[in-house]
Structures are given as C-alpha cells and as structure tokens.
C-alpha cells in the first residue's frame, strides 16, 4: 500500500508539450527503491496539464495502449478521423500506433490523467480507433454499500491490461464496508474531489485533492469513508487478481 501526491513527482514532458507528474509505475527490478513503482500489470499512472494555448506534438506509440481521463478544462483531441472537443469527465482510449494530438484552446490550463498500458509479448490491442467516452453517459451502478459507480471503460471497450476505469463517487457522511485485496493485482484510488479518511490495513490516511493510494495489498481490509459534508468523487482503476 502507498499514498502519494502528484506534487511528490518529478515533472518530465511527453508528446512534446505536455507537462506529465509520473504517481505511480510498475515495478522494476533493475529499481527495486525507485519512488512510486508499486504496480503490477499498468505501466504507468501520471498527473498531466498542457499550458493555455498550446498544443501537443503528434505522436503514436507502437508497443503502448494510452487512457486519458480530463479532470478540469476543454480542449481538442485529433485522432485519425477522430476531431472532438473534450472537457471534464471524459475518457479517451489511444490505441498502440494511433497518431493523435491535444490542444488546448483556452486561456486556462487543461489538467488531465494519463494510464499507459504496455502490450505483453503476444498480446494485440482489440481497438483500432479512439474512443472518447464521459463518465455520465454510464448506467450508474452501486457497489460496497455506498459507492456510486459510474463506468468508463472496461475490457470490452479495448482495455489490454486493466479491467476496469471508472469514476466513483461517495456522499457525504457515508462509510462503505471493509474489503482487503492481495498483492497481485493493481488497484488506485485518486482523489478529484472533496476528501475523505482512507482506511488501508493498520494505516489511516487523511486523502486530499491530487492524492493517489494503492490498495493492494490489504489485509485485512480497506475503506474510503467520507466523514465530510460534502460528496467527494475520486478516479480509479484496477487489474482483478482472476
């Protein structure tokens, strides 16, 4: 298990112009202390902004499959003979060798959250076009008590590593139940809104706007509770152990 802010990273640049905060990645054995590298099957989860008024450098990865998900502004995502303006909410999935771009046409910063999934030897990724999908468009299920589950994407919509992407909100003053997850799978929480006390085994963490945990392992178990008065909404993503 580990708690850890965007802030806490080093920033580097992708495509060219983006500005990307690496939380977490996979673990490396070459690196066994390297800060972050936690996960087991996803290669990489990083905060990212592109700066008003500018736009990514075209790019396309041949051994790589990208999730976007926009967390704050408006911006234009191009993809083959994909052209479509993105906001808060959406999610896209890149597929490996897909050329695509972000440009940001506004006078505010354009945040958003990056997934990479590296395709296992063997492996081809199912989707060959973008898909852009916000998270209202999904049926709203309920899970653990007093989550409010809504879907982005799952294996059926191209995810090679992942299971599941969803955003999950919780209301105020709710507590879900306790639940535990070894160590071989990977499971995220990241905070977009509001705050709340995370519960992981022996731990009790205050988590905040722009915090991320890993959950697994968890024994004997792990809880969001939203002690506030407020709802809060946080990003996750998760590898089943199945």
Known sequence: MQIRNWLQSPSSLTHGNIIKREIFSKKDPDNPDKEGAILNYVDSFSRCYL????ASVPAAFDDRQLIFYVVDGQGV???GDVK?????????IVPPGLTHTLTNEANAPLEFLILEEVLP???EASRKDALIRNYRESTLGQGHWTHLVHPIFSQDDGLVTMHSVLVVRIEAMQTPDTHGHDDNMDEVWYMLEGNGIHVVSQNVYR?????AVSVAPSSPGHTLINDTDEPLKTFYFARYNR
């Open 51 to 54: 700066e008003p008024r500018i």
């Open 77 to 79: 995502f191009e993809a």
């Open 84 to 92: 479509q303006d993105v906001q808060e909410g959406d999610g896209i």
């Open 121 to 123: 030897d063997g492996v």
């Open 207 to 211: 988590q905040r706007p722009g915090d």
